[in-house]
């Protein structure tokens, strides 16, 4: 029991507690993505905790646009954060909230505030009101209009609402204290004038709530419990608690916030995914290079990948960075049971057995997966022809090399073993075709133990070779930079290789798109839901074989 206890995150033990006091009853949290852009991978940090945290206590969580601010919003935005946030499997039921279904509420509690004598409309100038704030280390000057009385800021406010003023000539202001350590409680501003058009509300309104007062007000409308977010509010927290203090709810909502996710070398962050986007440094916000979740989906990331990730990285209410190979890790752990391995040539050439016969396909039964008999067997036909990886032969191998050169035999994965006699070249001396010779006693599955071999190579049948392309992926910037420059003169050239030569072993004939495979020796692939079609594959790498992270 005691284990269990220590293992909590400090959110949990907050809610323990507050369960326990009776504080509330029913836990409901939130994930209030503004739709200015589409979600990354922090995104989905955020949105696994919070919906994981009411799943947990059986309680409720709610998917909530904060589109209070009518500048930036998009609907393409809105379709894409529910897509991205139902392919996580969070489960917000059946509603979608809008925070902008609340600016009659808000502006009801501001009116509240005015008669409490907790608001006030202020003539300053944007100016004067930074002059007035004051500094971190020096206090603010009170504004000469927060004496008005109550009357007026009450008629005043409704003629701001009523478009009486021009954008900009009057806010209105909380009345809280301009001596307070804490800039953000020196009499904020809460509500503005500004004639823009909103994507829900059209014009019926020209003066729009500042977020620190629209924020809590939307927790409290829904019966939101714990509003969680990210450690920049934690200055802001102050003003939260006095804007459900003295808007006098009930079951007043309360702000805990924990550390962003960061990636170390990655680019997250909604603003420079979307310059990437804008600059056509990417092919969308969906290119897989970037961790949007869109691009993690149609890499081939699996959900599930992403959710033992943000399980391993863990959530701290300290800053810190994790890294890629964690969530690479992650990846391969889930898709080594559920993925086919199969065998797939990226750079080929052909391999040649002199001595098998010409007008012979033998169909060899081979296993799916190793480690998962459910995933079943297939046939995979074998002949007198075959690719095999450029990389598998040398004329001349260095030490250690244990593949094909000449004089040496290796073993071809699940069929027989081959000795290498010879090559042919082209003019320019390049090798086009490696020759080989097999021993027909030595067939995989057949109980031979006469000798061993060192080397064990993939290979595909090319009479029955399915043409491919296979994009390899690698970080958009340069190895060994932390950060992408301005001018993007350290972007990584192979963070996208394109290999439009590759040739599949015959099931690749019946991929879908979306699906994942091993490709032997190579990695972790998924077929494109864009380009990849069943007369030409497409597949992109979600990961490679080889890691550099181990668990703890
Ligand atoms: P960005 O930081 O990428 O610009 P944002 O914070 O502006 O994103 P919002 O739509 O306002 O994006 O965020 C919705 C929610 O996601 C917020 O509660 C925010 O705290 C959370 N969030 C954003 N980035 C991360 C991150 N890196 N790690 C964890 N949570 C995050
Ligand atoms: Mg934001």
Redesign the pocket.
């Known amino acids: 029991m005691e284990g269990e206890v220590i293992s909590r995150n400090f959110i949990e033990q907050i809610i323990d507690q507050d369960l326990k006091e009776g504080t509330y009853k029913k836990v409901v949290t939130r ?7 589409y ?9 696994i ?2 919906s994981g945290l009411a799943e947990e206590y059986g309680g409720s969580f709610h998917l909530r646009f ?1 589109d209070t601010n009518p500048m930036k919003e998009k609907t393409e935005y809105v379709q894409s ?1 529910l897509e991205d946030v139902k392919w996580l499997g969070a489960d917000f039921g059946d509603t979608v909230f809008y925070a902008s279904d609340y600016f009659d509420a808000m502006y009801e509690a501001a009116v509240k505030l005015i008669r409490k004598g907790k608001a006030f409309v202020c003539d300053l100038s944007p100016e004067q009101i930074r002059e007035y704030r004051g500094t971190l280390k020096e206090p603010g000057k009170e504004s000469p209009y927060r004496n008005r009385s109550v009357e007026e800021n009450l008629e005043l406010f409704e003629q701001m609402k009523n478009g009486a003023f021009p954008d900009g000539a009057k806010v209105l202001r909380a009345k809280i204290d301009m001596a307070s350590p804490n800039i953000n409680m020196r009499d904020p501003i809460i509500y503005r004038i500004a004639r823009m058009s909103h994507h829900n509300t059209g014009d019926t309104w020209c003066i729009y709530p500042m977020y620190d007062f629209a924020h809590p007000i939307e927790d409290a409308v829904e019966g939101v419990t714990h509003s ?3 450690l ?2 934690e200055d802001h927290r102050p003003l939260y608690d006095w804007v459900v203090r003295e808007l006098e709810y009930e079951y007043p909502p309360k702000q805990i916030e ?5 990636l170390q070398n990655v680019i ?6 979307k310059k990437l986007v804008e600059d056509g440094v990417v092919d969308g916000w969906d290119d897989p290079r970037l961790v949007s979740i869109s691009a993690l989906r149609r890499k081939g990331v699996t959900p599930e990948a992403i959710r033992m990730f943000m399980e391993l990285s863990g959530v701290a209410k300290a800053n810190s960075i994790s890294d890629m190979a964690m969530l690479e890790y992650c990846i391969r752990e889930d898709l080594k049971r559920k993925a086919k391995r199969m065998m797939a040539v990226i750079d080929p050439i052909k391999l040649v057995i002199d001595n098998y016969p010409e007008d012979t396909t033998e169909l060899l039964d081979i296993e799916n997966n190793q480690e998962n008999e459910d995933l079943g067997s297939r046939k995979v036909s074998f002949s007198r022809e075959l690719y095999i990886e450029r990389e598998d032969f040398m004329e001349v191998p260095p030490k250690k090399y244990f593949r094909l050169f000449p004089g040496n035999e290796v073993r071809l994965k699940n069929a027989y073993f081959v000795t290498c006699t010879d090559c042919v070249k082209d003019e320019q001396g390049n090798v086009t075709e490696v020759h080989c010779t097999y021993d027909p006693a030595t067939k995989s599955g057949s109980g031979f133990d006469g000798r061993n071999v060192k080397g064990t190579i993939h290979w595909v049948d090319a009479r029955t070779a399915v043409d491919a392309t296979v994009r390899l992926y690698e970080n958009l910037i340069k190895e060994g930079d932390e950060e992408l420059k301005e001018d993007y003169s350290n972007l990584n050239p192979n963070s996208l290789v394109e290999m439009n030569d590759c040739k599949l072993e015959a099931a690749f004939a019946q991929v879908e798109a979306g699906e994942r495979f091993q490709f032997l020796r190579h990695g972790y692939f998924c077929a494109d839901t864009k380009d990849s079609t069943k007369e030409h594959p497409v597949f992109n790498r979600i990961v490679s074989l080889k890691s550099s992270y181990r668990p703890k």
């Open positions: 994930f209030p993505p503004e739709p200015n852009g979600l990354h991978i922090g995104h989905a940090k955020s949105i905790l919070n904060d954060i969680i977010c990210t920049e509010f924990f550390a962003k996710l960061y997250t962050g909604k603003r420079y995914i």
